[in-house]
């Protein structure tokens, strides 16, 4: 079992940063791969970015380019955190950010219904 709390969210002006963090509970979380999820308003949950961790190496995936160049991702397992570094923000990155832990024998994917645990979520809004 696994419960994820996020934090972090909040109101910005395009070109701003925020820093979201997916703080996790239970013992098995370095073998979770963990991803951010948002949810735009009036459009389905989307894939953001992934964390996995194997043999030492953390191994990152994204959304796009134009989220690769903006956002970083990164995990800490020694104190079951993962974070999101959003900078640049635009208007288009408002939504609800969701963090999400997963046991994906592929290493990461990019459906939500993949994932076994999620977060309530936390609201990120860009204005112009």
């Known amino acids: 079992q696994v419960q994820l709390v996020e934090s972090g969210g909040g109101l910005v002006q395009a070109g701003g940063s925020l820093r979201l963090s997916c703080a996790a509970s239970g013992r098995t979380f370095s073998s979770y791969v963990i991803s951010w999820f948002r949810r735009p308003p009036g459009k389905e949950r989307e894939f953001v970015a992934s964390?996995?961790?194997?043999?030492?190496?953390?191994?990152?995936?994204y959304a796009s380019d134009s989220v690769k160049g903006r956002f970083t991702i990164s995990r800490d397992n020694a104190k079951n955190t993962v974070t999101l570094q959003m900078n640049n923000l635009k208007p288009e990155d408002t939504g609800v950010y969701y963090c999400?832990?997963?046991?994906?024998?592929?290493?990461?994917?990019?459906?939500?219904?993949?994932?076994?645990?999620w977060g309530q979520g936390t609201q990120v809004t860009v204005s112009s």
């Open positions: 964390a996995r961790w194997n043999g030492g190496i953390t191994y990152v995936a």
């Open positions: 999400a832990a997963g046991a994906i024998p592929g290493g990461y994917s990019r459906d939500p219904k993949a994932y076994d645990y």
